[in-house]
């Protein structure tokens, strides 16, 4: 049997849908059908909360939300809670991590050092911050992760910022459990980015790294 590894676009999709999609691609992985997959979409509106996502976090009710027409879902993944949208691209690898190194913290050092290369190729400066996770522009982060890894088989992902339209909603939490402001790659370009680039420097970036 030839292992594949899996690139995949789902395009603009509902969160429940991806994270559907997800355990489906987690079983193809787990059963030795693919070698791995490293899916690609973006998100309608969403809040999601992550195991260690606290409610206070959250700045308005829930019938607010209800109001606005973004729903609210609780997920395995690490970290507190987050918003995702329409400007965002989202990034789901799908990897068994026995054939890299069975290490969580050194993933996520890796994934941030991805983004950081990816922004660089745009002329961002980034970085990740010691103690945090994610990737920062100046004081401002751009890039939010947040992963889970069952039987070494990682899933859930990251999130990039690219549109500067799609960044009020993140009023609406405490991202990340934090009082900090996200920007994203138009708000520190001031220029259209496509998401296309976007998604092929990732494809080249992450391979490399």
């Known amino acids: 049997m030839v292992l594949e590894n899996r690139i ?6 509902e969160y429940i849908k ?18 791995s997959a490293l899916v690609f979409c973006r998100h309608y509106p969403v809040i999601t909360f992550g195991r260690q996502a606290k409610k206070e976090n959250l700045k308005v009710d829930e019938l607010e939300l209800f109001r606005r027409g973004i729903p609210v879902y609780p997920v395995e993944r690490g970290g507190d809670v987050t918003y995702h949208g329409p400007g965002q691209l989202v990034i789901y690898p799908v990897l068994h991590l026995e054939l890299f190194k069975k290490d969580l913290h050194f993933f996520l050092r890796k994934l941030e050092e991805t983004v950081i290369a990816v922004l660089s190729e745009f002329g961002i400066r980034a970085l990740a ?10 004081k401002h982060k751009i890039s939010s992760i947040g992963i889970t890894v069952k039987n070494w088989i990682s899933y859930h992902g990251l999130a990039l910022n690219v549109k500067d339209d799609d960044l009020a909603n ?4 405490r991202p990340c459990g934090m009082d900090i402001e996200m920007t994203s790659m138009e708000t520190v370009l001031k220029e259209n980015i496509s998401f296309e ?7 080249r970036r992450f391979g490399y790294v």
């Open 8 to 13: 995949l676009d789902l395009g603009l999709v």
């Open 18 to 35: 991806a994270l559907q999609l997800q355990t489906e691609f987690f079983g193809e992985v787990k059963t030795g059908s693919w070698k």
């Open 129 to 138: 911050r010691k103690g945090l996770t994610g990737v920062w522009v100046d």
């Open 170 to 173: 993140f009023s609406l939490i």
């Open 197 to 203: 680039d976007v998604k092929k420097i990732f494809i």
